[in-house]
């Protein structure tokens, strides 16, 4: 089955050291995403890629960084995790394009910072 | 500034009935809202969507309606059944193919 799988899918770090998420996609998608969501709150958008393009959202702290080495690969780096990174960080992707651009996520990982 | 609101965290509903769950917009420039569906310890899985040009669209047991003069979409499940319950999420496509998404609400189905 064509899915987006996340590794790993549970995270402990201590503050300050840090940490890398890894996502791959078998649906050959162009456009893959990294949300940070928070207990009870909305899924936030940190990054994406179109392809090779990198885009950022303006509020996303400059400890977040990700890297897309090729189509099926994503990471999300946490260069030094604070107490308030404590949270589920999704992947996801799509084609891209027009339409509703529907998005297929993994099932996140679970980061926990003690 | 939050552009998409589910005001209602959670949500019961007895199983055969009909569920409503609401969603408030703020942006006029959004061009599709989508619904997903989140079970514990999973990623949320697409349900169904609608276009701004649309004030409906149907799927089996579940509708979603559009009212863009109000900014309101509701999704409603009928008839609800055990398997719907879960947190749904509300979420909207605008510009560079970014969602946004809101809280989320949780629906209780109880036999």
């Known amino acids: 089955d064509a899915m987006v799988i996340q590794n790993p899918r549970y995270q402990v770090t201590q503050f300050g050291k840090p940490v890398t998420l890894s996502c791959s996609q078998t649906l050959n998608h162009n456009v893959m995403y990294w949300y940070q969501q928070k207990s009870s709150q909305a899924p936030k958008l940190l990054f994406h890629y179109y392809d090779k393009d990198f885009n950022n959202e303006a509020d996303t702290p400059d400890n977040f960084q990700s890297r897309r080495p090729n189509t099926s690969f994503c990471f999300l780096d946490i260069r030094s995790p604070g107490l308030g990174d404590a949270a589920m960080y999704l992947c996801a992707t799509s084609r891209g394009g027009g339409g509703a651009n529907v998005l297929t996520f993994g099932a996140g990982s679970r980061l926990t910072v003690l | 500034d939050q552009q998409v609101k589910q005001n209602s965290p959670s949500l019961s509903v007895q199983e055969g009935r009909i569920s409503i769950l609401n969603c408030d917009y703020t942006n006029s420039m959004f061009d599709y809202f989508l619904w997903y569906k989140k079970y514990p310890a999973e990623g949320p899985t697409f349900l169904i969507s609608?276009?701004?040009?649309?004030d409906k669209n149907e799927d089996g047991r579940f509708t979603v309606f559009l009212n863009k003069s109000a900014k309101h979409l509701s999704l409603h499940i009928v008839p609800s059944q055990p398997g719907d319950s879960a947190v749904y999420f509300c979420?909207?496509?605008?510009?560079?193919?970014?969602?946004?998404f809101g809280q989320g609400t949780r629906l209780t189905i109880n036999p």
């Open positions: 609608i276009s701004s040009i649309k």
């Open positions: 979420a909207a496509s605008g510009e560079a193919q970014k969602l946004v």
